[in-house]
């Protein structure tokens, strides 16, 4: 092979995040895809006529960064509101929380988006907005028949739609992955409606590497300060929050949940379960181990949030092979909600990815834009120091290290996406999708991690940002 590198990445820190954690000095790609990782030496026979050079001088690169959980279209239209940058001063009030919130949608979210043509100026307007970010990929978690009516017009049919032909177009400066929705986004749903979901709805085919509709979204409860995550433990008033699945009762609800789960499981889907209470969490995790188990297919099955987890449900997740997808913004900016909503106790089985990690679980950290900021540097900042913007650490035996939160936006969601082997890393045969950053993320103070300023966001070996 005599081809020259398009492009070089030379003289700086290269975090391949591959299997032994290699930091290699230079990157070389080529044709879309990596050619090259090593030493200067190594890498410079590569570089020739029409290769362009880059100088790193200790400048950092990172995989391409992948936000495994981001309302895309939902973003596009109401940014720059944040939905946590809203409710942060009323003193954390209705719909403060993992997701927004059961019916908190309303009251937060005043954006009404119609047509398939202002789905799609969204979309570009996020696509804008992640790659001076570093981020070249993200999953859309629920898009689908199950909102067609609903009252932002973000997360139905023609925002599927949207993306794959914005993709097919080759408009799209992030691979996006989607979860298709057959109830309401953080509301109700039934297992009869995502029966007849699966047998009659045609999601768009892929566009191979940019977009493809990998699996279905459930939402199982709500979250905890709004006393709608279902739990073991009672709360303030006695109640214990429900699954949103239709149901005369609890057994009967978690026999429809359960129902829903194997089903989408025997259609061959992927399934992403918005899971917060501890009950709804380990009814869940078991639910997903179990229709797994039946036929043995590594489904790359995930949990989503999971603010109150057990140590006995984090090894279900651990056994079987889920991932748990969580935010870590939200544990500094909701302990003292989830205090008051279920006691000072429940702070003990809280956000524990630290617990994850040690458990032997797939963790995988993302934005959940625009509840919290789609700035992944503030998701490392604040899984690292569990602090909020005010200083206060909350549950600081869950700090994680930064290569373990460098890797949960990168590897590990590659791995969530059924594409490890192409993607995620920087390895030779990968994806050539990079994050140019000025300084090294693992040689600085972890709280100015946020204000490292991202130089160069490369995808399929394109600069897609430049500052
Ligand atoms: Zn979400």
Redesign the pocket.
Same mark, same amino acid.
């Given at each position: 092979m005599h081809e020259h590198a398009d492009l070089v990445l030379t003289g700086g820190r290269v975090h391949t995040m591959d299997a032994a954690g290699t930091v290699a000095e230079a990157v070389a790609t080529r044709g879309g895809t990596i050619a090259a990782v090593g030493t200067a030496e190594d890498v410079a026979p590569l570089a020739g006529r029409g290769t362009r050079v880059v100088r790193l001088a200790g400048r950092a690169v990172l995989p391409g960064i992948n936000d495994s /959980?981001l /309302?895309g279209v939902w973003l596009g239209a109401m940014w720059p509101a944040l939905l946590m940058d809203r409710l942060a001063g009323t003193g954390g009030h209705a719909g403060t929380g993992g /997701?927004a919130g059961t019916g908190g949608h309303e009251h937060t979210a005043p954006v009404r988006l119609a047509g398939e043509e202002r789905v799609a100026k969204a979309i570009l307007r996020t696509a804008g907005l992640l790659a001076p970010l570093g981020i070249t990929g993200y999953t859309e978690?629920g898009l689908g028949p199950g909102e067609d009516g609903g009252a932002t017009g973000c997360f139905g049919t023609s925002a599927l739609r949207a993306y794959a032909d914005l993709a097919e177009r080759g408009e799209l400066t992030a691979r996006v992955t989607a979860l298709m929705l057959f109830g309401e986004l953080d509301g109700r749903s039934s297992a009869d409606e995502l029966a007849e979901g699966l047998r009659t709805f045609a999601p768009p085919p892929d566009v191979p590497g940019r977009f493809r509709v990998a699996g279905v979204k459930i939402f199982a409860d709500g979250i905890p300060p709004m006393r709608t995550a279902w739990t073991e433990r009672p709360y303030a008033d006695g109640s214990t929050g429900a699954l949103l699945v239709d149901g005369r009762d609890d057994a009967d609800r978690e026999a429809a949940l359960r129902a829903m789960i194997d089903a989408a499981h025997a259609a061959g889907h992927q399934i992403g379960v918005h899971a917060t209470g501890d009950r709804a969490t380990r009814v869940v995790a078991d639910a997903l181990a179990t229709a797994q188990a039946r036929d043995g297919r590594d489904a790359r099955h995930y949990l989503i949030h999971g603010d109150l987890l057990s140590p006995a449900t984090l090894e279900v997740l651990a056994r079987a092979g889920i991932g748990l997808n969580t935010q870590a913004g939200i544990p500094v900016a909701t302990a003292p909600l989830l205090a008051d909503a279920l006691g000072a106790d429940a702070l003990r089985d809280a956000w524990p990815v630290r617990s994850a990690l040690d458990a032997g679980v797939r963790l995988s950290l993302s934005s959940?834009a625009p509840?919290l900021t789609p700035d992944w540097r503030a998701g490392v900042a604040a899984a690292v120091t569990r602090a909020g913007l005010d200083g206060t650490v909350r549950g600081p035996e869950q700090r994680i290290a930064v290569a373990d939160a460098l890797r949960a936006y990168t590897v590990t969601p590659a791995w969530q996406d059924g594409a490890e082997r192409w993607k995620g890393s920087v390895e030779p045969g990968k994806a050539a999708d990079l994050c140019v950053l000025a300084d090294d993320p693992l040689g600085v103070e972890p709280a100015a991690l946020p204000s490292v300023p991202v130089e160069m966001t490369v995808l399929d070996g394109r600069v897609v940002y430049e500052s």
């Open positions: /959980h /309302h /997701h978690p959940d509840v």
